[in-house]
Structures are given as C-alpha cells and as structure tokens.
C-alpha cells in the first residue's frame, strides 16, 4: 500500500498547516469532506498542541496532518538586536511607546528536545510534517516506528534529496508562489523556483510522493501539478476565508481587496509572503540594517503590530497569502473541497 493510501483520503487535497489561522474545526472539516486536514502547531505550547489535537480527534475520525517547526536554533547577535529595534523605535513612538529593550526567542524548534515527539507518539495522529529542516534520527525512527506518517516540506532538489535520504515518507514542494514562510531549510540559499518548475524537478530526480504547496488556489492549478507528476496538492490560503479559521474580519476581507503580495524577510527574520502593507512599504528600505535571526524579529514584529492594532492601525498585521490570491472564492471548507474535486474531475 503506498504512503497516501495509507491515508485513506477521498480526494488528493491537502489542507496548508498555517501556524496563527488553522484550527481544530477546520481541520476536522477538510478531513470529513475527503482531504487531509492540518494543525500548523509549531507557535504552539506543549499544553496547546495537546488541546488542538484531542479537539480534532474529538470532531473527526479521518486523518489530518500535525505540523512542527525544524528551523535551526541560532544565537542572537546582540549588536544586529540593538540596531533594528532603533530601526524600528520611530514606528513604535508614532502609537506612544517605546521599542522592548531586547528580542525573545518565542518559538521553540522541534529539534531543540523531544517534547513535541513524546506528544505525538501519545496521541497518534495520522501523519505529522515539518517545516525549515529534518528531524533528528531518532525522531524519524520513533514516527516511523509509531505508524505515523512523515512529511517535510523542500523548496530545491537538495533538501528534497536529503529528506529522502533521512527516511521521510512525503515531500511538500512548496515553490515560490506560496503564502507565508516557505520550508527552505537555510534563508540565504533559495533557489526561487515555482511550484511547477519544483514538482517537475522532484518528479524527475526524487523517488517519493510529491504534493505540491504553492500559489494553488482552484481545481485547475491543482490538476495541472497533478499532470506535471505531483501524487497530492496542498492549499493554504484558499481556505484562510473559511469562517472556521482563525483569522479575524479584517484580514479575511483584505483577501478580497485586491491584494498584492511581495516577500520580505523583515517581519519575521526569514522569508515569507504576505499582503503588502507597511512592513513592506517603509521597514523594508534599501538601506535598513540587517535583520535579525528568525524567531526573534517576529517577537519584536508581533509587539508592534499588536500596539498599532490597539489603535485600529492594521499596517503591522502579517496578512500572509499566496501570489494568486485574488483567485480565491469565498466558500466554506467543505464546498471548498467539493469544488476543487470537481474542477480536478474527481467528482
């Protein structure tokens, strides 16, 4: 039996894990109606993770996908630290405050201890991903052991290589039209490639089953990945309209506001694709000073948006979405499913 009919999915779909705007109810939605639902856990603590999961569970008996964090924990530069927080002091002044004295660490990388893998192998959900690397060996070895299915997401022939060689199951083939952070393993070394042009190079390089991530937003995108060799398909930001996602009012109408979208490493320390608004217009010059290292830019980004928002400023939100968004439709997760299969000629 191949590693997706172990799934048993009625339709080759897979929901995104969006860390922030996934839930357990729609999760168990995209489950029920025949896809594979997802939790993005890796912003999430231990106890959190253990609620969402017992939550879905309660609401479906399909299977869905957990998702982790695999970034490499790096050392702040404290001299970098200091010289973008004054980077960033002038915006904070604009709604009365002063920038935090120093940048946290807010999320924890699922190579940092076994925490996150003891849960897991705990509760038994049907397929766990990760996102920016590998897990350690013995990670993989436990899941394996567990039934549990593996998927890591790649964004180049290398990393898709090296997963294969770690044991995982699936590979994401997330190409440069996705929303939001993309799985590439280290920031400074994308090769920018879009979904087709990543699932045709996995397709003929790579042995293991390829779902495509990436600016997916109908049937039709979604059956031609399928055509260019793509055994699944992968869709995040068609589904953040749902009204059982976590996002709020207005960035869900942001969606349908003719978006324009551009990538920018300054909100979070790594590279992620988001509506364009102030980040992108004022932070993002040519002459900002670097960045910090991911988490710890998105501690200070969270803050500042989160003072602008108390003042019905929303040019902070990170707004994340796909580079066709504006061809998203406005349905819920199981009409969602129904549609996409039918465009697919699957139903």
């Known amino acids: 039996m191949s590693t997706l009919n172990q799934l048993s999915l009625q339709y080759p779909i897979f929901l995104a894990p969006m860390a922030g705007v996934s839930t357990p109810q729609l999760a168990a939605e995209v489950s029920n109606a025949g896809g594979l639902g997802s939790l993005g856990l890796g912003a999430s603590s231990i106890e959190s993770c ?9 609401l479906t008996d399909q299977a869905f996908q957990v998702n982790f964090f695999c970034h490499r924990s790096e050392v702040l530069d ?12 002038p915006y ?23 925490d996150y893998l003891h849960l897991i192998l705990e509760l038994r959900p049907a397929a766990v991903s990760f996102h920016f690397g590998i897990p350690h060996p013995h990670q993989i ?7 549990i299915i593996t998927m890591v997401t790649a964004t180049n022939l290398n990393e898709a290589q090296a997963i294969e060689q770690a044991g995982i199951d699936l590979i994401i083939a997330q190409g440069i039209e996705a929303g939001g952070h993309r799985g590439i393993f280290h920031p400074q070394r994308d090769a ?21 991530a990436g600016g997916i937003m109908n049937g039709q995108h979604a059956q031609h990945l399928l055509d260019l060799g793509a055994s699944a398909v992968q869709l995040g930001t068609a589904f953040i309209q749902c009204s059982s996602s976590n ?14 979208t551009q990538i920018s490493a300054a909100i979070s320390g790594r590279p992620a694709r988001g509506i364009v608004n102030d980040w992108h217009k004022w932070i993002e010059q040519l002459d900002r000073p670097e960045i910090p290292v991911y988490p710890y830019s998105y501690d200070i980004a969270k803050q500042l948006h989160q003072l602008a928002a108390q003042q019905q400023h929303q040019g902070f939100a990170a ?29």
């Open 247 to 260: 996002a709020n009012t207005i960035y869900r109408e942001a969606l349908f506001d003719e978006p324009v």
């Open 78 to 89: 404290l001299d970098v630290a200091q010289q973008w927080i004054q980077h960033l002091q």
């Open 50 to 58: 253990r609620e969402q999961i017992l939550k879905t569970q309660a």
């Open 192 to 212: 920018a490639l879009s979904t087709a042009e990543l699932v045709q190079l996995l397709h003929q390089y790579c042995n293991l089953p390829i779902v495509a």
């Open 319 to 347: 707004f994340w979405a796909g580079s066709q968004v504006a061809e998203i439709r406005q349905l819920e997760a199981a009409e969602l499913i129904y549609t996409l299969a039918k465009e697919m000629r699957l139903a």
């Open 141 to 147: 070895q436990a899941l394996k052991e567990a039934g």
């Open 92 to 114: 904070f002044a604009q709604f009365g405050h002063h920038a935090p004295e120093q940048l946290n660490c807010i999320y924890p990388s699922f190579l940092d201890s076994d």
